[in-house]
Each structure stands twice: as structure tokens, then as C-alpha cells.
């Protein structure tokens, strides 16, 4: 099925460093979601965006719907070792059954102490 | 609340044994979805429910039967699974309508031996 184009796969990085990761879509979508998943649980929101270019932050997270509507990207300030883990963006296609999400195949964080 | 639950964490079952999989959330979701997740992978969607009926199979083996009993409650009834069938199988919740994020359950990990 369709999936987002998510980059980079993985990082490693070390503790203080920024972090950016994005996703891209041939087609336009009305909803992004980042999520971050720890092993052996389930994916938790971390930011939701709704409108062409919205920034939202949440706390050292920022998120940004880009203005074609085909893109978003997250960035993660001053890491720690916490946010390891593998953060996913999903996202709704304007057209078609936009009651399913699409999916990004991940980005892996690692963060060296 | 603003949790989903899901019983068991985790499961081993032979390929000729029966059981189920819950999951319950109290936050007066009315789509719900059932998820199955392979290792480094992003989630796949196997059905939605919406306001108690079934909206999407997405061609799911008959082996998985879902039942929506409830607003507040989800099962995955489990029959003759495969070895392949062993992965992590999310719960989530979300309101109805496209303009929402969805809350997962920390999943049941299966195993079909």
C-alpha cells in the first residue's frame, strides 16, 4: 500500500545534540501525526498538525505541516537519552479514505550519553 | 482516562488453539482499530470500527475475527494461526472524524507456535 517517504532511517547522535527528521507524500494529505514508539509498546502522539503550516511545539519537539501539504518534519532540541526510541510520522491522503492512516517506515534515534 | 488497555501483554498459542485478544478505552471513542505490527516496522492496519460496526477490513485472513461488543471494547478472536502470524498487535482509539490523532494500547505480543 501507499507509504510516506521518512528520512533518515536511523541516527545516532550524541546527548545535547538537535535532531530533524521529515516525511514527504506525492499527494497531498490534511493531517500529519509524529509518534514515538519505545520497544515493546505501542506508539505514543507526540505532536498532531492539521492546517498548511502549522508549527506546533511540545516542549523540546516542534512539528511543521509544510505548505504544499505534502510534507512535515520534526525536530527534537538538545536530545537526551530518553528520546531513544523510533519515531514515526503517519498521515491522512486528502483523497481517497481518509479514515486510514498512512504510514512512514520509521526513523531509529539512538543518543549516546 | 486516557488510556487503551489490551489483555494479554503477551501470548503463546499453538496453531490449533483459540483465544482472543481485548482491548478497552473509556475516553467515549467511537472508531476503534486493531493494528498488527512486525519488529522495525510501522503498524498496518487490519480493521476499524466505527460507532460499534465493522468500516474497514483490510483483508484480513477469516482466521482474525474482529467484535466490537461495545463502545468501550474491542476483541481479536484468534483461530489456527500461523507462525507468521506472530507480531505485535495494537489497539487504538480515536473520535470519529479525519481530524484526529489515535491513542494506542502498549499491545499484545504473539506468539503462534
Known amino acids: 500500500g501507499q507509504q510516506l517517504n521518512q528520512s533518515p532511517q536511523s541516527m545516532f547522535i550524541q546527548e545535547g545534540e538537535d535532531v530533524s527528521m521529515n516525511c514527504t507524500s506525492s499527494?497531498?494529505?490534511?493531517?500529519w501525526l509524529w509518534y514515538k514508539q519505545d520497544p515493546g509498546e505501542g506508539p505514543v502522539l507526540l505532536i498532531a498538525?492539521?492546517?498548511a503550516g502549522e508549527l506546533t511545539s511540545n516542549g523540546r519537539l516542534t512539528a511543521q505541516f509544510g505548505i504544499t501539504r505534502k510534507d512535515s518534519f520534526l525536530n527534537i532540541s538538545a536530545s537526551i537519552p530518553s528520546d531513544v526510541g523510533i519515531y514515526f510520522c503517519?498521515?491522512?491522503?486528502?483523497?481517497?479514505?481518509?479514515?486510514?492512516?498512512?504510514w512512514g517506515l520509521g526513523t531509529s534515534l539512538a543518543v549516546n550519553p | 482516562d486516557t488510556e487503551v488497555t489490551q489483555t494479554p501483554k503477551h501470548l503463546v498459542m499453538g496453531m490449533t488453539n483459540k483465544k482472543s485478544l481485548k482491548c478497552e478505552q473509556h475516553?467515549?471513542?467511537?472508531?476503534m482499530y486493531w493494528y498488527k505490527q512486525k519488529a522495525k516496522k510501522p503498524p498496518e492496519l487490519m480493521f476499524v470500527?466505527?460507532?460499534?460496526?465493522?468500516?474497514i477490513n483490510e483483508s484480513v485472513p477469516s482466521r482474525f475475527s474482529p467484535e466490537c461488543p461495545n463502545s468501550s471494547l474491542l476483541n481479536l478472536h484468534l483461530h489456527a494461526l500461523q507462525p507468521e502470524d506472530s507480531a505485535l498487535y495494537l489497539c487504538a482509539s480515536s473520535q470519529v472524524g479525519v481530524k484526529n490523532g489515535y491513542t494506542f494500547g502498549s499491545g499484545t505480543r504473539l506468539t503462534v507456535v
Open positions: 498538525l492539521y492546517k
Open positions: 475516553m467515549g471513542h467511537r472508531a
Open positions: 503517519a498521515g491522512r491522503p486528502n483523497a481517497g479514505n481518509n479514515r486510514k492512516l498512512i
Open positions: 499527494s497531498i494529505f490534511n493531517t
Open positions: 470500527y466505527s460507532y460499534e460496526k465493522l468500516s
